[in-house]
């Protein structure tokens, strides 16, 4: 399937995707198949070293990068209009040239080591490192990345994964976004896409256990600096629907107006407060929302209360009439933002088609939506995904064994 959209911008940009990912991989492939796309981009493509290639496209504005997530493998590709036809030959040498360069896995191989020895000493690492293990429930494949868990890494057995999962376009649907001639692009398609191996459609598998219920509180001591980070995640079922994806950014964008206001301006205890939610299909229908801020550590039961408060507020009360139009208005504005970029187009289509939704709500549909946002919509939507039942709390705070 391919799907062209004509967009104001010269760059053409692609986007492309299949199901299966890692998920298809044993465990005792994983840390393999984790990193076969930097081991794979790392070595070149065909005949050419990745020094050559770069050679190569010395003077060319394209380029295609691949990579391999849990659930499915895609391309990502861009170029200019007069060197389209080169983006497509490198989409092509994606799927027929992967190589292994030993000689650059061993240089990555040496960084990783260096970069490896000294992580468990950083304690923004091995906070990430709980948050991580503790939301996935320890599962074997969330293990942090350590020297030990890369030398279950196989080059060999990478690129072979890699092969596996490019070895046919025929599961995968390409989407190209940009101010391309149709005739050209249908041409290009027929020489670069249409003659590739075709391959067999698969589909992931269920691999992961998904995030712990009820209340979870971490607390870690790392690090002598005199400062806290704290981040609250909730979690929980959601249909993966238009209409929740939408609510969800308005809370998100709702709560980061509140939480600004009253932890950065009114009390002064953190500089940058951030929240972040989002709506994920796979592997199960699910939303993570997260309140993240760094503060001095005797502020962090206070601020914590105070987010919660917050929280209560909205639930119970709901957003004040100022604030919902300070949201209709941020969203507007992001939107406008958004429409004029060809890597939305690229990206949300990919993500529909994907999914099985109609691109066409991505303009006039969402603009609908945002008219039509209520403060009962929002505190319905704070009721649902702030769950003060189903929360997990981490905290980094200073080593007090240590000066």
């Known amino acids: ?18 199901d299966g990912g890692t998920s298809l991989a044993p465990d005792s492939d994983y840390m393999s198949a984790t990193l076969a796309s930097q081991i794979v981009a790392i070595s070149g493509l065909g005949t050419f070293n990745r020094v050559d290639l770069g ?6 504005a394209a380029g295609v990068s691949a990579s391999i997530g849990d659930a499915a493998e895609s391309l990502s590709g861009r170029a200019s209009p007069k060197d389209l036809e080169t983006m497509f ?3 092509h040498l994606e799927f027929t040239g992967a190589r292994l360069d030993t000689a650059a896995f061993q240089a990555f191989q040496a960084q990783a080591a260096s970069y490896l020895a000294n992580r468990g000493a950083s304690p923004d690492e091995v906070f990430a490192d709980t948050v991580q293990v503790t939301m996935a429930q320890h599962d074997f494949r969330d293990r942090p990345l350590t020297a030990q868990t890369f030398a279950e890494v196989n080059p060999h057995r990478a ?31 027929e020489r670069y896409l249409a003659t590739l191996p075709p391959g067999h459609p698969e589909t992931w598998r269920m691999v992961s ?39 969800m950014r308005a809370l998100s964008d709702l709560f980061q107006i ?48 105070t987010v919660f408060a917050l929280i209560d507020s909205l639930r119970t009360q709901g957003p004040s009439a100022a604030d919902l139009e300070k949201v209709r208005e941020q969203l507007r504005r992001e939107h406008q933002v958004e429409v004029r970029q060809n890597a939305y187009w690229v990206g949300n289509i990919a993500a529909r088609l994907h999914y099985g939704e109609d691109p066409a709500g991505l303009d006039s549909t969402y603009t609908a939506m945002t008219d039509a946002l209520t403060d009962v919509q929002l505190q319905a939507a704070a009721q649902r995904y702030f769950n003060t039942g189903n929360y997990a709390k981490f905290v980094l705070l200073p080593d007090a064994k240590k000066p």
């Open 1 to 18: 399937l391919s799907l062209v959209v004509q967009a104001v911008t010269g760059v053409a940009l692609m986007s492309a995707y299949a």
């Open 55 to 60: 050679k190569k496209l010395a003077g060319k």
């Open 89 to 91: 030959q490198l989409i």
């Open 159 to 189: 690129l072979d994964f890699f092969r596996d999962r490019f070895a046919g376009a025929g599961g995968f649907t390409f989407v190209f976004v940009g101010n391309v001639n149709l005739d050209t692009l249908k041409a290009l398609s």
């Open 209 to 247: 256990r998904g995030p712990p219920t009820g209340v979870v509180d971490r607390v870690v001591h790392k690090g002598v600096e005199p400062k806290a980070n704290t981040v609250i995640m909730f979690t929980g079922p959601a249909r993966y629907t238009p209409q929740n994806r939408f609510d």
């Open 258 to 305: 509140e939480v600004d206001r009253t932890l950065r301006e009114e009390l002064g205890g953190t500089y940058s407060p951030g929240v972040n939610g989002g709506n994920a299909k796979v592997p199960r229908e699910e939303y993570t929302l997260v309140v993240q801020y760094e503060s001095a550590p005797a502020h962090v039961d206070t601020l914590s209360k």
